[in-house]
């Protein structure tokens, strides 16, 4: 048996939280991944997993034994990667994340580019609107807007969300424009409520004062393109990225309001398992990620 390979199996298994899974990740049957592990507790002399018809669970000896396992297989990992670094070939499978408004205007558009340069990556864009597991759903790099709360990750700024708040021209119209951030709790303000901030808005003037304003309005969403559609109806006023609005801005389907106010900027984060090494692949779908966003004329602050 090989014990540095069923080791990863043991470990992705786990991290996985099935055999059908990982048997598809490495194409092949549901018993030849449980041949295996059964293998591996044989010589080990000693139960990894308790198995049930609903879900996997690790018993103490398995939980201890995934642990090491992982420092084990990220110390050869580690090892290998410094000996063949500077020549690794870029490429093979690439599986990103993204929430779906960014995934969708921000990295899409740019993956023909990306794979002229690199003909041999294979990728596969998962959009979800939620913070994705990278180790659940087998991701090699997620792209995360706003602070991040998970210190265990591998995280690269990349670049800044620049907001502005906008509302479309008929909404204005019926119901005046407002000059201050503190007018704003007249008006009915269209609310993105994955930020944990997101009934309190925060401005600055030019004279470095800070405005924080709570916001209410009757329509929220999880999702920025459903805001976007929001504001396009009339519907009310949005503090969005300005990313989502730069073709409206410049087609005058909305209009930016409070522009003598400064809004706090969203970073930009490319992140990966802390138990994986980036590959290069990896590194360089981030550094062409990083460049393209750095030269966006929708990323820098308006002026």
Sequence with gaps: MDKL???????????????????RELQTSQPTISKVLQALETQLGGKLIARSTR?????????????????????????????QSGREKVAGPLKIGSSVSFGRLQIA?????????????????QLSDQNQDLI?????????????????????????????TVAAPEYL?????????????QYNCLMFNLLSSQNLWVYESQTGQRHEVRIKGNAQSNNSEAIREMVL?????????????????????????LQEY?????????VSPANRRQSARVKA???????????????????
């Design 173 to 185: 119209k019926q119901n005046g424009q407002p000059l201050t951030p503190q007018e704003l709790s």
């Design 109 to 125: 558009p740019r993956l023909p580019e990306f794979l002229k340069r690199y003909p041999g990556i294979q990728i596969d864009l």
């Design 136 to 164: 659940s759903e087998g991701l090699d790099v997620t792209f995360r807007i706003g602070a991040l709360n998970d210190s265990g990750l591998i995280a690269r700024h990349i670049g800044n969300t620049h907001r502005i």
């Design 55 to 83: 879900k996997l669970s690790l018993t103490d000896e398995g939980q201890r034994y995934y642990q090491q396992c992982r420092h084990i297989l990220a110390a050869v990992d580690a090892a290998e990667h410094s000996f």
């Design 285 to 303: 779908f981030v550094d062409y990620m990083a460049q393209a966003l750095e030269n966006a004329p929708e990323l820098k602050p308006v002026k």
């Design 5 to 23: 390979n069923a080791m990863a199996i043991f470990v992705r298994v786990v991290e996985r939280g099935s055999f059908s899974a990982v048997a």
């Design 233 to 257: 109806g009339g519907l009310g006023i949005a503090l969005s990225p300005l990313w989502l609005f730069s073709e409206d801005l410049k087609a005058g389907r909305v209009i930016a309001i």
């Design 262 to 270: 400064r809004t706090l900027s969203l970073p930009i984060h490319a």
